[in-house]
């Protein structure tokens, strides 16, 4: 994402993003932080200051002829009306390939999202993406709506989509975006004969369709979700995932429930122990646990000195996935659950036990974006550990982040330890479990199943002196 000859280091670059990002959601709360959005601002700090790429991110989202705030605002709104003006260009322009499209199953949605949304700048070469936003910065959306156009001519003649199938057509469209030539596509583009007026003309019909409660829900999402799941799991789960996860603002209703008590008799203090259930739902835990299964597992084996050989402090398999926007979304959905709930929530921003430790105030500014994919088999299990601190910059770890996948399974709760009681959380799928790093915690044998779980860290950061504590 970030230029090579860029002087300050690659960490250095991903916490001006981190920051970037976060100042946007405290500037607009209602919009906050939504994926697709790193991309954008990540290709502003290539060129600009972080000052700089904050304000051009302001202008950007709300301002005319660009207003990006619409397609990240709550209703995705935007977004609905971007695709379908798109799905009316590419039958207006590209007739022959969209019959054919249509004829496999494949509507526009499937691959535009991702590139609409982030006008380009998620998954195509550098050289295509700085052409689109020079003109998209002169001139708004004409120039994003004619590079799709001329991306599919050259999809269709370079890769004769009109004989191909729909998992063909697909796979193609995935793979061939970081070959194309920017030069030749802008090229193209700026010969499609695109006016204003033919996209006022689908954004007007869009506009009156929902006026006139005639599409309550985009026609296009409509379409995808009536698609055989397993058909398309295999050509397109990228397209799922984000079009899942977009949705960051959506509404569930979640319960919270405090288990620091419970720990006094355990750890003799009130350590923070909280568990947030339905943060996730079942498809958003169906879809982590394809995404867990896709990865190369490594098998963790830990012995401490002096242990046999038949014996271990951990035996499971782990993926580890480096996923900045899927740790942002986490992290803003535990704030989301805790914000009606004010002492519990500055308990988890402030981190009052690390007192103790520390002698600057903290404050919780993220989730660590490694994120730690467990599976656990018949007779596999965590001995009882503390979690080890993870440093990042000027941020520390404080606290241990579980993300329940599935409960189909038997055994395999998580058992907190003291010197003589114990404390057992029964997982629950798409509940959170956070809880302080210095709780010794066991993972117990799964007798039956198997049992998939995310693991990753909550960071903390130095409180300016200036700041106040959680509200």
């Known amino acids: 994402m970030f230029r090579e000859e860029e002087e300050h280091s690659q960490a250095s670059n991903e916490l001006a993003l981190r920051r970037i990002l976060r100042a946007y959601s405290v500037y607009d709360t209602e919009v906050g932080y ?22 051009i991110l302001v202008v950007i989202m709300n301002d005319e002829p660009y207003k990006l705030r619409e397609i990240f605002n709550r209703d995705m709104a935007g977004t609905h009306e971007v695709l379908y003006i798109a799905d009316k260009l590419v039958h207006v322009f590209l007739p022959e390939l969209y019959a054919h499209l249509e004829k496999q199953t494949v509507h526009t949605s499937m691959f535009t999202t991702q590139w609409l949304m982030t006008i380009y700048t998620s998954t195509f070469p550098f050289d295509l993406v700085t052409r689109v936003w020079d003109l998209f910065l002169a ?12 991306l599919l001519m050259h999809a269709r003649e370079d890769g004769d989509l009109i004989n191909k199938n729909m998992e063909e057509i697909l796979s193609y469209l995935r793979h061939f975006q970081s070959k194309v030539d920017g030069e030749k596509i802008i090229a193209s583009a700026n010969k499609i004969p695109l006016k204003h007026r033919h996209i006022q003309k689908y954004a007007s019909e869009f506009r009156k369709l929902m006026e006139g409660g005639e599409m309550h829900v985009h ?3 409509q379409r995808f979700l009536t698609f055989d799941d397993s058909t398309i799991a295999s050509t ?12 960051l603002k959506r509404q569930r209703d979640v319960s919270v429930q405090d288990f620091s008590p419970k720990m006094v008799p355990v750890a003799f203090e009130a350590k923070l122990a909280v568990m947030i259930s339905d943060a996730l739902s079942p498809e958003e ?13 490594d098998d963790v084996l830990i012995r401490q000195d002096g242990m046999k050989a038949s014996q271990h402090v951990a035996k499971c398999s782990r993926a580890i996935v480096k996923d900045f926007d ?4 986490l992290f803003q959905r535990i704030m989301d659950a805790l914000e009606n709930i004010p002492e519990l929530a500055e308990k988890f921003v402030d981190a009052p036990w690390m007192k103790k430790k520390v002698d600057t105030p903290l404050r919780a500014v993220s989730v660590n974006d490694n994120l730690h994919f467990l599976k656990f088999g018949v007779g596999e299990s965590i001995a009882p550990l503390r979690d080890s601190t993870v440093t990042r910059g000027n941020e520390t770890s404080c606290v241990t982040m579980h993300v329940y996948l599935n409960d189909n399974f038997k055994g395999g709760v998580t058992s907190f330890k003291g010197d003589r009681r114990y404390f057992d959380i029964k997982p629950k799928m798409g509940s959170i479990l956070i809880f302080d790093q210095d709780l010794r915690h066991e993972e117990c044998e ?8 995310m693991r990753t860290d909550v960071m903390y950061s130095p409180r300016p002196m200036n700041e106040s504590s959680a509200q």
């Open 34 to 55: 939504c994926q697709g959005m790193n991309f954008i601002a990540g290709m502003l700090l290539t060129f600009l200051t972080e000052e700089e790429s904050f304000w």
């Open 285 to 297: 835990c169906a879809e982590l646990i394809q995404r867990a299964r896709d990865q190369t597992y």
């Open 326 to 329: 899927l740790a942002e979304e």
């Open 446 to 453: 799964v007798t039956k199943g198997k049992r998939y779980f």
């Open 219 to 221: 026609e296009v999402i």
């Open 236 to 247: 397109n789960s990228q397209f799922k995932r984000v079009h899942r996860f977009i949705r």
């Open 139 to 150: 001139e708004g959306w004409k120039i994003v709506y004619k590079t799709l156009l001329a």
